[in-house]
């Protein structure tokens, strides 16, 4: 059985350990390609260099911040939608085809266009805000350290909260209607049907959309990148 194994296990090992292997291996040495000669072993030198940095620290705060608002805001958009999608009311469907228009997206033509609604001078929400009076004058959303990162996390949330609004909606056309309808005999509200019912049939599902997402913001935070390329300063900086 172990021989039938060893394949899968060599490939595994190629793809996944030892590339891990070789790029821990050259964090602990000094690699300079114009100067091969002073290339070297140096220990966890850069390791103390990344902690004592202070940008280093701020990136990691604001990378915490980006990651765990987004997921939760777009993750409480999804169910909504969702949930609403799964009523199969008249006109539903075209509901359905506007909401997933933002994630067919690419990031830099999501993040350009929010750019012009947000801008300062022209932007039409700062308009709208000024308008209603929630504004006194038009706002620099992005070169406002202390708005740059929220505004960046609510583009985000709307860019990607399709995603955990179509996973949802496949998870509750999942789950059986005749549980509800029993729940429903036995005088369960809303409320209880979903405590004791959706979430625990939604939990695989929540659980996958959730470190999906988390893993995609990590590694990807290109739109916040066209938004404010990390400033102003250090204040978007991940």
């Known amino acids: ?3 039938l194994l060893l394949p899968s296990l060599l490939l595994l090992f190629l793809v996944v350990a030892y590339p ?11 690699m300079r390609l114009t100067r091969p000669g002073l290339n070297g072993w140096v220990g966890i030198k ?10 280093f620290w701020i990136s990691l705060k604001n990378t915490a911040i980006w990651v765990a608002a987004a ?4 993750m409480t958009l999804g169910f909504i ?5 799964n009523r199969n009311l008249p006109g539903t469907k075209l509901f359905g085809v506007l909401i997933l228009l933002p994630y ?7 993040g350009h266009m ?8 022209l932007g039409v929400i700062n308009d709208i805000l000024v308008q209603l009076g929630l504004l006194s004058s038009y706002k620099a959303w992005f070169a406002d350290p202390n708005t740059a990162l929220a505004a960046t996390i609510l583009v985000e949330a709307w860019h990607g909260f399709p995603f955990f609004a ?7 056309k999942g789950i059986p209607e005749d549980l509800y309808k029993a729940a429903a005999v036995d005088g369960a509200g809303s409320f209880t049907k979903f405590r004791l019912i959706t979430l625990p049939m939604l939990k695989t599902v929540i659980t996958a959309a959730v470190i999906l997402r988390v893993i995609s913001l990590v590694n990807s935070p290109d739109l916040l990148l066209v938004l404010t390329g990390g400033g102003p300063g250090n204040s978007t900086q991940v």
């Not at 891990?20 to 000094?30: A, N």
């Not at 939608?81 to 999608?85: I, M, N, P, T």
């Open 1 to 3: 059985m172990y021989l």
């Open 20 to 30: 891990t292997i070789y790029g821990f291996v050259i964090s602990v040495r000094e």
């Open 46 to 55: 850069h390791y103390v260099a990344m902690m004592s940095d202070r940008v």
């Open 71 to 74: 997921v939760t805001i777009e």
């Open 81 to 85: 939608a969702a949930v609403a999608l």
């Open 104 to 110: 067919f997206l690419p990031n830099v033509v999501a």
């Open 114 to 121: 929010w750019a012009l609604l947000l801008d300062p001078r």
């Open 166 to 172: 179509l996973l949802f909606l496949a998870g509750l």
